[in-house]
């Protein structure tokens, strides 16, 4: 009988790999023992699903034992759970069609799948990547689910020259969602995904825009010499019909460069070259769709609404601009991805945009973006 999550998880891999044992790496001393490494182990596997990689699978986001007092209800009835029958009667209770059950800790571990080569044993940066994501969820509280996204503002393999610099989220497409003895969980890959496919990500929905990824990306296997898909024609045009039909799903877009005030009922904004483009893209997918947007800066924002006539407020630390369509076209026609001043002629609004400085992980500026 399955007692716990972590056998549980094992077995849902074996169930698809089940000529091979795999190579499990597992923590000296977890966090929850007051070590740095949060997650208890990350299990490789050999695939060639899609084509040979070798694929990743932490164990330390969800509960992977039961606790005391289940250990205690379980010494109790040690003669009902001894049965045959009573086996596959608690395998059924805890089938993945059961919507009641509980979720188990966070909800989900975390996949890896890495393109694999002619070596032999599996390369160890994807299992501090894993632990690196892990120290985020435990530290912050933020959990992951499909469809978000993160920027590793740099490669996802250190010290390497990949364009592979952010990770996207999906349920993954082999595993699933499965429930165990400790509740329901889903395996959620994280994808290798370069700074423009994720711009582009945003725009749309994160959920669409991976699904059309694994089309050009079997499985979301991470290859670190591949470019990016964003100047695909097909999947650019996909891409673009998908803005066009569902919008952008990001709400909030947060900025380090962005000022906002309000002066005479007059709005100004300052933003940064290299965001002119994406802000537009989602200006388009938001506003045309009648969703608002955000700007955010640290205590800063500027909020834009859809609405049938031009305003221009704020409320608390926010300015509110309210567009019409035909001042939403005035900004996307006018604004431009290089310094200077844009006033516009249907709204109170003047955007000034500066200079972008790209920075490497030393806080060294890199490029600028005029």
Not at 33 to 50: A, F, Q, R, Y
Not at 68 to 96: F, I
Not at 231 to 241: A, I
Not at 272 to 278: L, P, R
Request: proline fraction near 4%.
């Amino acid at each position: 009988m399955e007692t716990d999550g972590f056998t549980y998880i094992s077995n849902r891999i074996k169930a698809f790999y089940p000529d091979q044992e795999g190579l499990y790496y597992g923590t000296i001393l977890p966090g929850y023992l007051g070590g740095n490494d949060p997650l208890e182990g990350v299990e490789v596997w050999k695939s060639d699903t899609g084509c040979p990689h070798w694929l990743y699978v932490t164990y330390g986001f969800t509960d992977l034992y039961p606790d005391d007092d289940d250990d205690e209800e379980d010494d109790e009835n040690d003669d009902h759970n001894s049965t045959e029958d009573d086996r596959g009667d608690n395998e059924n209770k805890y089938d993945a069609d059961d919507s009641e059950n509980a979720v188990s800790g966070f909800g989900f571990e975390l996949t890896f799948r890495l393109k694999r080569g002619s070596e032999d044993t599996p390369p160890g940066w994807p299992i501090n990547m894993m632990q690196n994501l892990a120290r985020y969820v435990f530290s912050s509280g933020n959990t992951f689910d499909s469809g978000h996204y993160l920027n590793a503002n740099g490669p996802i393999a250190l010290e390497t020259d990949t364009q592979l610099t952010c990770l996207g989220f999906l349920t993954d497409p082999e595993l699933g969602r499965i429930n165990t003895v400790n509740g329901s969980m889903v395996f959620l890959e994280a994808i290798g995904i370069t700074e423009d496919e994720l711009n582009a990500m945003m725009c749309w929905n994160g959920e669409s825009f991976l699904n059309e990824l694994l089309k050009y990306t079997p499985y979301g296997i991470a290859d670190l010499s591949r470019t990016t898909l964003m100047k695909q024609p097909d999947f650019r045009h996909t891409w673009e019909q998908g803005i066009e039909r569902d919008g952008s799903s990001t709400g909030v877009l947060y900025l380090s460069d962005l000022t906002a005030s309000l002066e005479d009922r007059k709005a100004y904004l300052k933003l940064g070259a290299g965001h002119i483009d994406q802000i537009l893209t989602l200006l388009r997918a938001r506003i045309g769709k009648d969703r608002s947007f955000v700007l955010q800066c640290n205590d800063t924002a500027a909020c834009f609404k859809c609405a049938q006539q031009p305003d221009i407020d704020t409320d608390s630390d926010a300015v509110i601009i309210s567009l019409t369509l035909e001042n939403l076209d005035e900004i996307c026609g006018l604004l431009k991805p290089h310094v200077g001043t844009y006033p516009m002629r249907t709204i109170a609004l003047t955007i000034e945009v500066v200079p972008t400085h790209i920075r490497d992980q030393n806080g060294t500026i890199i490029q600028t973006i005029e």
